[in-house]
T-cell receptor, first 110, second 116 residues
């Protein structure tokens, strides 16, 4: 079983739609979580850190449920430019290495 | 540009040859990481430096792989006797501890290695 699991998608949504991605992690020792965005053949770019209290950055909202070992990303009012792969990432306090899911692909159509 | 830089961006080599990649982290970032990414997968951790000390290595880092960060600034990753299975994108990231915040890692553009 992978340590971080995501639905690969693709999620195909119209502009303006709200879309939610889910991610589960298996290691309860994981302490820090992130969402990265990756465009085709480019490097991952940090989208946002995920905090236990939940956090919002513009159209993006991230939630963490430690009891269910579940992380989510909500994108409101989707733009064409949101089309990318979204990577769910965990990190344990005992190690600084990032543990990536395989990514969820989002396609926003006009 | 003050981001992470990597050189070269692309490398094509024949099986059995040695290759070396360079990473320059964000200025004053004391942590530097190497990852490898293959098509359709998320990046996988290879190794990590804090300043010049190599503190963690993945099982993925076979004896043919070696990484250095001699002065705690730039880092090199060398692959000896390359194999076709080494073909991947090699990504470097850097970070610095920030009070009250998680360890946010910023990635360079990567070096795409093709072994023929």
């Amino acid at each position: 079983r992978k340590e971080v699991e995501q639905d690969p998608g693709p999620f195909n949504v119209p502009e303006g739609a709200t879309v939610a991605f889910n991610c589960t992690y298996s290691n309860s020792a994981s302490q820090s979580f992130f969402w990265y965005r990756q465009d085709c053949r480019k490097e991952p770019k940090l989208l946002m850190s995920v905090y236990s209290s939940g956090n919002e950055d513009g159209r993006f909202t991230a939630q963490l449920n430690r009891a269910s070992q579940y992380i989510s990303l909500l994108i409101r009012d989707s733009k064409l430019s949101d089309s990318a792969t979204y990577l769910c990432v965990g990190q344990m306090d005992s190690s600084y290495k990032l543990i990536f899911g395989s990514g969820t692909r989002l396609l926003v159509r006009p | 540009d003050t981001g992470v830089s990597q050189d070269p961006r692309h490398k094509i080599t024949k099986r059995g040859q040695n290759v070396t990649f360079r990473c320059d982290p964000i200025s004053e970032h004391n942590r530097l990481y190497w990852y490898r990414q293959t098509l359709g997968q998320g990046p996988e951790f290879l190794t990590y430096f804090q300043n010049e000390a190599q503190l963690e290595k993945s099982r993925l880092l076979s004896d043919r792989f070696s990484a250095e960060r001699p002065k705690g600034s730039f880092s090199t990753l060398e692959i000896q006797r390359t194999e076709q299975g080494d073909s991947a994108m090699y990504l470097c990231a850097s970070s610095t501890p920030t009070s009250g915040r998680q360890d946010e890692q910023y990635f360079g553009p990567g070096t795409r290695l093709t072994v023929t």
